[in-house]
């Protein structure tokens, strides 16, 4: 019943937020690019939240003041369910935005509405597309605006993790923004754990201290770095 209830309120929100929506289009239309990302965060982070609370799920966050205040950053996380978007959305307060695969886009309400929160979208067969957006991404975290990647690619489904794949970590080598890791430890229990169905979890994110690209090889060295601490992140939480 409770996966019926939250598969019903999932869409009812979405159609309930057109109006926003329209305003969001308005003020882009406008220039008002500012008024947009302010609206834009606030009504992503309600919706989030709603979504993460309606399935019964409890969330904790710690370590968010490693998160700098005054600069754009990356955040890099291990990938473990449906969920993981938004939780990440809803419980880290600094805005952001994702690289997400492009099927996304096509999904109704939902990818204009990403759109308007300036992810991006990679298609990972296309590899000139891919190498666009990594470009793309880059020129939008020296513009200000926080990304969201997950390295593995896909949703591990549990609390064992795939090799972080290097060639999003382009994005800090070619920006020069720190990466924020963070540990998700929990959110498969919400959906994969049993398949479809939803059902209530506690989830725990671990927002670690900033990696500066600078101060490391290449994209290759960030990634065994990122994902050496993430992955000590989930044991850790294991024991």
């Known amino acids: 019943m409770r996966t019926i209830i939250w598969f019903i309120y999932f869409w009812g929100i979405l159609l309930k937020l057109i109006p926003s929506l329209n305003r969001v289009k308005k003020f882009y239309n406008a220039g008002k690019i500012e008024e947009r990302d302010r609206l834009v965060d606030q009504k992503v982070k309600e919706w989030s939240t709603s979504l993460v609370k309606l399935s019964g799920t409890r969330v904790s966050v710690s370590g968010e003041e490693h998160i700098p205040k005054d600069t754009a950053v990356l955040f890099v996380s291990n990938h473990q369910g449906n969920f993981d978007i938004p939780i990440l959305l809803g419980y880290i307060q600094k805005p952001k935005a994702f690289i997400s695969k492009i099927e996304v886009k096509k999904m109704p309400f939902i990818g204009t509405w990403m759109e308007q929160l300036n992810c991006l979208f990679m298609d990972r067969k ?34 064992d993790m795939s090799e972080f794949k290097a060639g999003s970590f382009k994005l800090a080598t070619k920006s020069g923004v720190p990466i924020i890791p963070v540990t998700i430890n929990g959110s498969y229990k919400i959906m994969e754990q049993q398949g479809f169905w939803i059902k209530p979890a506690e989830v725990h994110l671990t927002v670690h201290p900033p990696i500066y690209p600078e101060q490391h090889q290449d994209a290759k060295e960030l990634a065994r770095l990122s994902e050496e601490i993430i992955k000590n992140g989930v044991k850790e939480a294991v024991c």
């Open 126 to 159: 296309n590899v000139r597309q891919s190498v666009q957006a990594i470009n793309e991404g880059a020129k939008l975290l020296k513009n200000g605006t926080s990304l969201v990647i997950f390295p593995e690619g896909t949703r591990s489904k549990g609390d």
